[in-house]
């Protein structure tokens, strides 16, 4: 297949692509183009006009500001995964991104690139709503922040306006004693996940639980916070029972139904992976 004719836009700074963008109704943001380029090639979507933001240089960084880590939208997956400062504060980055398509797709795909794509069984939304990460946008009237729980509206859907850019990525690591889990399902390596589950606990060595999060993906039109599973944990000393019945609560969260499986499918898969996820986490905080 070939793409649908477009007039095509290499800008090297970031005001010039928010003209550029903003100039056409019917215009499309290329980043690191593992989405986009397929989705072109079979005419799922038909773009006047592709802004290229591969040369806009200042949107490529991992800085540590005031306490948060700062993620620039076109770092690369591949660049997160090999970083010390991502490891340190971030561990679920690190986790996830193994399990993001395949090498050759992680050096060119882009961290914001795939938070705007927003499929729903994709890895790192999932990681940005565990962390309760801030996306930072410029567009025409100026720049403004969206905390992630707010970013997706819909089905592969997000806040941004049409003529806005999303430029970086706002984390606050965690303090304290942490723990981290990661686990997915699909059918094949690389293959987008049936469910997966993000587990992040705070609290002391053999202790109750401080903090919980707990993010479920694949089983929605977005990554989902199991709120009531989270608040079932805190104070809680973890526990089999208790993951157990923390991972039960999972399944009632699932909504998302396709061919490749249905709804109640998903929710007893992400049940599995929470229990694993948990299991990980615990394991993780214990050993501090």
């Known amino acids: 297949m070939k793409p649908p004719p477009f007039e095509y836009f290499a800008p090297t700074k970031l005001p010039e692509a928010v003209a550029l963008l903003s100039a056409s109704e019917n215009a499309r943001l290329l980043a690191g183009g593992q989405s986009l380029m397929a989705m072109l090639n079979m005419r799922y979507v038909f773009p006047d006009r592709i802004v290229d933001l591969n040369r806009v240089a200042e949107l490529d960084f991992i800085e540590e500001e005031a306490g948060t880590l700062v993620v620039g939208a076109m770092t690369r997956q591949r660049t997160l995964q090999r970083s010390p400062a991502i490891a340190a504060k971030l561990p679920v980055v690190a986790k996830a991104l193994r399990h993001v398509g395949h ?10 690139g795939s938070l705007c794509q927003l499929d729903p069984s994709a890895e790192l939304p999932a990681v940005a709503l565990a962390y309760e990460a801030t996306v930072v946008a410029v567009g ?18 997000s806040s941004l306006a049409s003529d806005e850019i999303l430029t970086a990525v706002r984390f606050t690591p965690w303090g304290g004693k ?13 293959d987008f996940a049936v469910a997966g589950a993000i587990a992040v606990l705070a609290g002391e060595t053999g202790g109750p639980i401080r903090r919980a999060s707990l993010t479920l993906f694949g089983i929605a039109e977005a990554p989902k916070r199991a709120r009531d599973a989270e608040a079932v944990l805190v104070g809680r000393r973890v526990t089999a029972d208790l993951i157990e019945e923390v991972a039960a609560l999972c399944v009632a969260h699932a909504t998302l139904e396709d061919p490749f499986g249905s709804a109640e ?8 992976m929470a229990k694993s996820a948990l299991s990980e986490a615990s394991a993780e905080l214990d050993r501090q």
Do not use: D, L
Not at 265 to 272: E, I, M, Q, S, T
């Open 103 to 112: 090498f050759q797709t992680r050096n060119r795909g882009t961290f914001g």
């Open 140 to 157: 025409p009237a100026g720049q403004r922040s969206i905390p992630f729980e707010q970013f997706p509206v819909t089905f592969m859907t």
């Open 178 to 190: 942490v723990g981290t889990g990661f686990s997915e399902f699909s059918r094949r390596h690389g």
């Open 265 to 272: 499918y998903r929710g007893h898969v992400a049940a599995a």
